[in-house]
């Protein structure tokens, strides 16, 4: 089927340590993908995106790792700070025939920062 | 530069009611979408609007539709509520299309009771 999905619903992270967000997807022909991060009482916000011909994005604490060979990618934030508590998103972003795209999201990983 | 507005941000309506909700997009951005987010499915896909033309459609009943103006600006309805379109709807806008990096509204939480 089409699906994006996570691996853990939950992480708790202490304040400093790195947090690994992790995100399976089964479309082999997905091709763009973004992470979002989601306050509470907030919209989603961007964070960074990849597409298939990288396997590797950096921005700023934050990297995207992408595996075409076993359809999974990641979400590093390095140093990770109380302020990053939120839910995070992996998020497919599809074409259709129509020329429009759309948003396919996983199910979220609540990211709680221990100070 | 402001981002997407939504309005309301909160609404009560009772089961049988409809409802509209709008979304100013990013001065300039001429694709909007519109999602449902709900705790049990998450983030759903509704429709996209570009230059006021429906271009996508997710897998929601009839009673979900919207517009676009000439502005950009769209809004969303829901007729004959039912309990279970209580939800959060976020609007995105994007640039030329909604390819391009998506920037979300703080949404509108729509209680039916």
């Known amino acids: 089927g089409e699906s994006v999905g996570l691996h853990l619903p939950t992480l708790s992270v202490q304040e400093g340590d790195n947090s690994i967000i992790n995100c399976a997807y089964s479309?082999?022909?997905?091709?763009?993908f973004i992470w979002y991060k989601q306050e509470s009482g907030k919209g989603p916000q961007f964070i960074i995106d990849?597409?298939?011909?990288?396997d590797k994005r950096q921005g700023q604490r934050v990297t995207v790792l992408l595996n075409k060979t076993v359809k999974h990618l990641s979400l590093q934030i390095a140093a990770t700070q109380p302020g990053d508590s939120a839910v995070y998103f992996c998020?497919?972003?599809?074409?259709?025939?129509?020329?429009?795209?759309?948003?396919?999201f996983g199910k979220g990983t609540k990211l709680s920062v221990i100070p | 530069k402001a981002g997407v507005t939504q309005t309301p941000r909160y609404l009560i309506k009772t089961r049988g009611q409809q409802v509209t909700l709008s979304c100013s997009p990013i001065?300039?951005?001429?694709?909007v979408s519109w999602y449902q987010q709900t705790p049990g499915q998450g983030l759903q896909f509704l429709f996209e609007?570009?230059?006021?033309?429906?271009?996508n459609k997710g897998n929601f009943p009839g009673r979900f539709s919207g517009r676009q103006f000439s502005n950009s600006r769209s809004e969303m309805n829901v007729s004959t509520l039912e309990l279970g379109d209580s939800a959060l709807y976020l609007c995105?806008?994007?640039?030329?299309?909604?390819?391009?990096?998506?920037?979300f509204g703080q949404g509108t939480r729509l209680t039916v009771v």
């Open positions: 995105a806008s994007s640039l030329e299309d909604s390819g391009a990096e998506a920037f």
């Open positions: 479309n082999s022909a997905s091709d763009y």
């Open positions: 990849i597409r298939s011909n990288m």
């Open positions: 998020a497919e972003n599809r074409k259709s025939g129509a020329g429009s795209y759309q948003l396919t």
């Open positions: 001065s300039g951005h001429r694709s």
């Open positions: 609007y570009f230059s006021e033309t429906q271009r």
